[in-house]
C-alpha cells in the first residue's frame, strides 16, 4: 500500500517538501493518545528475544533511525511509534544555521538511494537542548545526539564548537556522536585524520563529563565510507587507546563510480552524500574490517545501505550491536521498523545463536 502511496504521491513532490509532510503527520498522530497506542501496537510489537543491551542502555532491540531524519528533536515519540528502538536526532551544529540552498536532496528511486547536501540545517545546540530538556517522553526509547561543527567556524576553531555542543546537549542525551565524515560541510571529513581527531575527540569528552559528573554519557564517533582501509585501521586504534564507547560506520559517500547506479545522470552527477543501497557494499567491509581490529572491546553501529531483516542481520553478524538506517525508511514507510524486527528475530530463531549478543560479529570470528 505504501509503495502504491509513494509512487502515486510522494515521488510526484519535492523530496525536501515530501520529508516535512509525512514528519508532520507522523508527530500529529502522537499526540493523539488512543491513535498513538494503536499505532505502536500494530507498528511497534514488542520480539523479547530482540532485546539489546549496548553503551550500558537496554533496548527493545538493535534497530534505529539514523541521523538526519530529526535533526531537531521535534518527533522522537513519533519514530519511537513506528518502531524504531532508538532514535538519533541531529546533526546538530554549535549555531543555529539554515543550511546549503534548496533544492538539496535528491532521490535515485532506481537505485533505492538518495543524494543529499543539505548542509547540517538545524536550529542549533542551545534550542535542540532546551527542547530535549523539556521533553515529556510518551514511549521510551534510547535517544542518541549527534553533533557537528557549525559551518561558519574555521576548522581551527572545530574543537570549541563542538565542545559548545557537547555541553549542551550531553545532559540531555543516551548517548552523543561525533560527526566528522559529513561530505556537506567544508573540511569537516579533515578531522577524521587522527591528528585532528584525538584532541577533538578528547575535549568532548571532557566536556561531557563536566556536563554530567553523575554519570558517563557513551561517546562514538561516525566515519565516512570514503575513508582508506589504513585510515579505518587507525580510527579503530584511536578509539580504543581514548577509551570511546562506539563508532558509527557509515555515513554517506561522496563516491558515484563503481556502484552500479541506474538514475539519470543528472542525479548521480549531483554533490552531496549518498546513501541507500548502493552503499550497502562499503559500509559492510568497513564494519567487518573494525570489528576484525576492536573486537568486543567498543560497540559497533552499523548502517549504510540498510533495506530489509537480512541486511541487519548481516550488519551483526559482522560485528554490529547496533543497527542504524534511513534512505530506505523513505522507500518503504511506516511498516518498515516491524518488517525488520520480525525478519531478524526469525532469523535468529533459525540461527545457531541463543541470543543476538552471541551472533555479533560471528562471521568475522569464522574467519579470523
Known amino acids: 500500500m505504501y509503495t502504491l502511496f509513494f509512487r502515486l504521491f510522494f515521488s510526484r513532490m519535492d ?63 513519533g ?47 542551545r534550542a535542540v ?27 581551527e576553531e572545530a574543537v570549541a564548537d563542538y565542545v559548545k555542543s557537547a555541553e549542551r546537549l550531553a545532559p540531555h542525551a543516551d548517548y552523543l556522536v561525533v560527526n566528522v565524515s559529513s561530505p556537506n560541510t567544508p573540511g569537516l571529513r579533515n578531522l577524521q585524520a587522527t591528528e585532528a581527531l584525538r584532541p577533538l575527540l578528547s575535549a568532548v569528552r571532557e566536556a561531557a563529563d563536566r556536563a554530567v559528573p553523575a554519570r558517563r554519557v557513551p561517546l562514538l564517533v561516525k566515519i565516512a565510507p570514503d575513508l582508506a582501509d ?49 552503499l550497502k557494499e562499503r559500509s559492510l567491509e568497513v564494519l567487518r574490517r573494525l570489528y576484525a581490529r576492536v573486537g568486543d572491546r567498543i560497540t559497533l553501529v552499523g548502517v549504510g545501505g540498510v533495506e530489509s531483516a ?28 516491524r518488517s525488520v524486527h520480525r525478519g531478524l528475530a526469525a532469523r535468529l530463531r533459525q540461527s545457531p545463536y541463543a541470543t543476538l549478543a552471541d551472533a555479533v560479529g560471528a562471521d568475522v570470528r569464522k574467519t579470523a
Do not use: C
Open 15 to 77: 523530496p525536501e517538501d515530501a520529508h516535512h509532510l509525512a514528519f508532520r503527520w507522523i508527530r500529529r498522530a502522537a499526540r493523539v493518545p488512543v491513535l498513538r497506542t494503536f499505532a505502536a501496537a500494530v507498528l511497534a510489537p514488542r520480539h523479547e528475544e530482540l532485546r539489546t543491551e549496548a553503551l550500558g542502555l537496554r533496548m527493545h532491540g538493535p534497530f534505529g533511525l539514523a541521523a538526519g531524519f530529526d535533526k531537531n528533536a521535534v518527533g522522537i515519540d
Open 230 to 278: 589504513e585510515d579505518v585501521d587507525a580510527v579503530a586504534d584511536l578509539a580504543v587507546d581514548l577509551g570511546l564507547d562506539g563508532i558509527i560506520a557509515t555515513n554517506t559517500t561522496i563516491a558515484r563510480e563503481g556502484l552500479g547506479l541506474r538514475s539519470a545522470a543528472r542525479l548521480t552527477r549531483e554533490t552531496g552524500g549518498l546513501s541507500g543501497a548502493p
Open 129 to 155: 537542548a532546551a527542547r530535549l530538556a523539556s521533553r515529556e517522553p510518551v514511549f521510551r526509547t534510547v535517544v542518541g545526539v549527534n553533533i557537528g561543527k557549525t559551518k561558519a567556524v574555521p576548522e
Open 310 to 337: 537480512e541486511d541487519a542481520w548481516q550488519r551483526i553478524l559482522a560485528g554490529a550491536t547496533l543497527v542504524q538506517g534511513y534512505s530506505a525508511f523513505v522507500y518503504q514507510g511506516p511498516f518498515w521498523a
Open 79 to 125: 519514530l519511537a511509534m513506528l518502531g524504531f528502538d532508538h532514535v538519533e536526532i541531529g546533526t546538530v551544529t554549535g549555531e543555529p544555521q539554515p543550511g546549503n540552498p534548496r533544492r538539496r536532496l535528491f532521490r535515485l528511486v532506481t537505485d533505492r538511494a538518495l543524494i543529499n547536501r543539505m548542509g547540517f540545517n538545524n536550529e542549533g545546540s
